[in-house]
């Protein structure tokens, strides 16, 4: 059976602290690792991970994708309380031919001034 | 830009009751998804469609039904609404990995 498992499901800091969420998983035909921000609505996109070692950024949001070890950890440095969330970690498989994504549980993510 | 809309944010029901929740999207997607999201338990599938008239289970079919008749609108449907499905229901849609959600629909059952 595919899963994903996040940790830490809760994880409170104080502004401007890094914090590191991480994602591992077992799935068949592995294709990509996606990684998504929920604030009250939607989930919003944030990277999608394919290969090993290859970091992706965008502005204080780093990701990096660990094939070998079937992990991926999401980076948040000098954190703001805009960056409170839950962070979705998911894991893409195909399934007769179309995508699905398997989710983690999530990481709630609780920035204090 | 992507829009997935679903036609409640709100919505109290009956046990017993026949629920219908639409899911809307604008940019001829193939793929479109029904999700439901519980605390704890993240984002589990529950059906996904991947063409017109085509429906696949996801992880948690049993209580529910789709129906997709038109490329752009996938329905959920709980044919005889118990408790234990109150939840976030969440609709996406996607052309490649990347999926879209909708705003979500908060569904109690009483």
């Known amino acids: 059976e595919d899963k994903v498992v996040q940790s830490p499901l809760s994880l409170v800091v104080h502004e401007g602290d890094t914090v590191t969420l991480n994602c591992s998983y077992e799935v068949t035909n592995f294709r990509s690792l996606l990684w998504y921000k929920q604030e009250k609505k939607a989930p919003t996109f944030l990277f999608m991970l394919t290969s090993s070692g290859i970091e992706k950024k965008s502005g204080r949001l780093s990701s990096i994708l660990d094939k070998k070890e079937l992990s991926s950890i999401l980076n948040i440095t000098a954190t703001q309380t805009g960056d409170s969330a839950i962070y979705l970690c998911?894991?893409?498989?195909?399934?007769?031919?179309?995508?699905?994504?398997?989710f983690g549980q999530g990481t709630r993510l609780t920035i204090n001034p | 830009d992507v829009k997935v809309t679903q036609s409640s944010r709100y919505l109290v029901k009956r046990t017993g009751e026949k629920v219908f929740l639409e899911c809307v999207q604008d940019m001829d997607h193939e793929n479109m998804f029904w999700y439901r999201q519980d605390p704890g338990l993240g984002l589990r599938l529950i059906y996904f469609?991947?063409?017109?008239?085509?429906?696949e289970k996801g992880d948690i079919p049993e209580g529910y039904s789709v129906s997709r008749e038109k490329k752009e609108r996938f329905s959920l449907i709980l044919e005889s609404a118990s408790t234990n499905q109150t939840s976030m229901y969440l609709c996406?849609?996607?052309?490649?990995?990347?999926?879209?959600f909708g705003p979500g629909t908060r569904l109690t059952v009483t």
């Open positions: 998911a894991v893409e498989a195909r399934i007769q031919g179309a995508q699905k994504l398997v």
């Open positions: 469609s991947y063409d017109v008239k085509m429906k």
């Open positions: 996406a849609s996607s052309l490649w990995q990347e999926q879209y």
